[in-house]
């Protein structure tokens, strides 16, 4: 079972940055692609970005699109959301998720590996 950690919450004030990290635990990790997604408080939870694992293609929820930025390193297993431009919000618990097969990309259920999510805060 491949373990997904999220890393790199934190507080920050508003306008700044941050980057979160999702380290997935298998060596031999390939999955079709990873996403994040978010949950604030006393909201359901949201797509924000995801990425195909080969790298060609890139997606952003229209609210986040030209301030945050997906990316990921196949040799580390990793993938990382650069959060610019901060506002409160995008204050939430962000999720990291893991897809085996092409699916659609904004859909929760279309996700097969989840993490425990990290906090991120953004004061005014």
């Known amino acids: 079972q491949v373990q997904l950690v999220e890393s790199g919450g934190g507080l920050v004030q508003a306008g700044g940055s941050l980057r979160v990290s999702c380290v997935a635990s298998?060596?031999?990790?390939?999955?079709?692609?990873m996403g994040w997604f978010r949950q604030a408080p006393g909201k359901e939870r949201e797509f924000v970005s995801s990425?195909?694992?080969?790298?060609?293609?890139?997606y952003y929820a229209e609210r986040v699109k030209g301030r945050f930025t997906i990316s990921r390193d196949n040799a580390k297993n990793t993938v990382y959301l650069q959060m610019n431009s901060l506002n409160p919000e995008d204050t939430a618990v962000y999720y990291c998720?893991?897809?085996?097969?092409?699916?659609?990309?904004?859909?929760?259920?279309?996700?097969?590996?989840w993490g425990q999510g990290t906090q991120v805060t953004v004061s005014a």
């Open positions: 998720a893991a897809q085996k097969n092409s699916n659609a990309w904004f859909l929760e259920s279309s996700y097969d590996y």
């Open positions: 298998e060596r031999t990790f390939s999955p079709y692609a």
């Open positions: 990425i195909r694992w080969s790298g060609d293609y890139t």
